[in-house]
């Protein structure tokens, strides 16, 4: 702030001595400074200080333009608040943090679901298919490969395991012609 140096004479005359121009200067920037900053929340003046710097600026020209006095910039420096309102300020953005780590946790597990009910229902329809194409060949065919390949594994000491007929699964060893039972 300078004051316009063709009308000091004026500016003397209005506005008194130094300490006078300087406590009125130092007054109606206390309350500009409080009329503007009161406009945007405590966030907003951390976030937006270019925005409170530039009110700053045009009310307090508007000000100490009827004095004659020039307002070159209003440069923010910093903005200092009580500890417990700091704590505060940063509660909230964690609580904001969390609250939008949990929002995409949620939308993922939604996903994680969709993915997996969309899987179940493929694998049910090939099972309905292949229930569709099963016709007694194809289920003597897939005896005779179930039987083949525990053959091809057998070691030969073991003593193999033998699944009845009438269980509904397919017998390694078709006991049922040994017994006169049907498979």
């Known amino acids: 702030m300078r004051p316009d140096a063709g ?6 005359a209005n506005v008194g001595s130094r300490d006078q121009y300087l406590a009125l200067v130092d007054k109606t920037l ?10 945007f929340t405590a966030e907003e003046l951390v976030t937006k200080r270019e925005h409170v710097a ?12 009827r004095y004659n006095l020039i307002i070159q910039s209003t440069p923010i420096q910093n903005f200092q608040f009580s500890p417990e309102f700091d704590a505060a300020i940063e509660a909230k953005n964690i609580a904001m943090q969390d609250k939008l780590r ?21 694998e049910a329809k090939a099972l309905e298919l ?8 194809l ?11 525990w053959v091809a594994k057998w070691d030969g000491k073991s003593t193999p395991q033998v699944v009845l007929p009438d269980t509904g699964m397919i017998p390694m060893m078709d006991l049922g012609s040994m017994t006169g039972a049907k498979a």
Do not use: C, W
């Open 102 to 122: 949990a929002q995409q946790r949620y939308e993922q597990t939604v996903i994680d679901q969709k993915a997996e009910l969309a899987k179940r229902e493929v």
């Open 7 to 12: 009308k000091i004479g004026e500016i003397y």
């Open 30 to 39: 206390q309350d500009v400074v409080k009329a503007s900053t009161a406009k």
């Open 130 to 137: 292949k229930k569709a194409a099963a016709t007694p060949q």
């Open 139 to 149: 289920v003597e065919l897939a005896r005779i490969d179930s039987f083949n390949n």
């Open 54 to 65: 530039y009110d700053i600026l045009q009310n307090l020209s508007n000000q100490m333009e």
